[in-house]
């Protein structure tokens, strides 16, 4: 009997299927070689953290000069791990994208088993991890070399990892819409990557501000995700005194309520905008 004569059930069943977690591997490990071999995308990713840090910490010694109540390490932290997230995250995964839509990459991988969701996560994986590792290492480092203590609320902490993380994904998934090449990358991400840095409190902290535009700021999208990781840590986000583990969820109120609702909106236009081949 021939392999075309096989009964239906066992003809599905001599198909060989992959899994889900199988397929976001595979691309994870397709999008991390070819990371690797971007000098450029490279460099964005390790070495611009370092020399933006150097540049926080002169900035940020200079206003603790002019606050006193600033918390140096806490702003110091905060604002490191922040741009590890926007310029590892954001910044490549939307020269990702958008490389992989013009080289028709996007559009072959829907033909197979791959869904569309898949194939964004799968895309997004190497970036995602070597930001998480970035972090994981500033944490440490700073546990080490500034004598920090230990996180006052790891879940406020992890949620506010996890919410920066998924935003700046659908952000950076939207904002490929508007990226025509690889080389505009840098223009189209411009507007949010001074937004975030100036007005959510990473290279200028939102306690050393006026009232009225540290309100405002405290709107943007990108806030409640890094205030989230300094109310974590530290147990207050700069606009109360430090607290406890159970002091720190009325604080974190308002941060997770309007943290989810630009999160909806960054997927909602990620859905509505994003596209898989170039337009022609």
Not at 33 to 53: C, E, G, Y
Not at 222 to 236: D, I, N, V, Y
């Amino acid at each position: 009997m021939t392999a075309s004569a096989l009964p239906a059930p066992a003809a599905a069943a001599a198909v060989r299927t992959t899994t889900a977690a199988g397929r976001l591997l595979a691309l994870g490990r397709a999008e991390a070689t070819l990371l690797l071999r971007n000098r450029t995308a490279l460099f964005m990713a390790v070495a611009m953290p370092v020399v933006l840090t150097v540049s926080l910490k002169g900035i940020l010694d200079q206003q603790a000069k002019d606050h006193s109540d600033l918390d140096l390490h806490a702003a110091l932290v905060n604002g490191v791990t922040g741009l590890v997230l926007l310029f590892v995250v954001y910044y490549n995964l939307t020269a990702a994208y958008t490389a992989r839509r013009s080289e028709l990459v996007l559009k072959r991988l829907r033909t197979g088993e791959a869904t569309d969701l898949e194939i964004l996560a799968g895309t997004a994986l190497p970036s995602v991890a070597l930001g998480l590792l970035e972090c994981a290492l500033i944490g440490a480092g700073g546990a080490v070399r500034l004598g920090l203590p230990a996180p006052v609320n790891p879940v406020l902490l992890l949620v506010g990892l996890l919410l920066g993380v998924g935003l700046l994904i659908a952000l950076a998934a939207a904002t490929s819409a508007v990226t025509k090449s690889v080389e505009t990358a840098g223009i189209t991400t411009m507007p949010l990557l001074l937004v975030a840095q100036l007005g959510s409190g990473l290279l200028i902290p939102l306690e050393t501000m006026p009232g009225p535009l540290a309100a405002v700021c405290r709107a943007l999208p990108t806030t409640p995700a890094f205030q989230l990781l300094r109310l974590g840590w530290f147990g207050s986000d700069g606009s109360d005194p430090p607290t406890g583990f159970l002091g720190t969820w009325p604080q974190a109120l308002p941060h997770l309520a309007l943290g989810a609702a630009w999160l909806a909106v960054a997927v909602w236009a990620a859905r509505r905008w994003f596209r898989w081949e170039p337009r022609r």
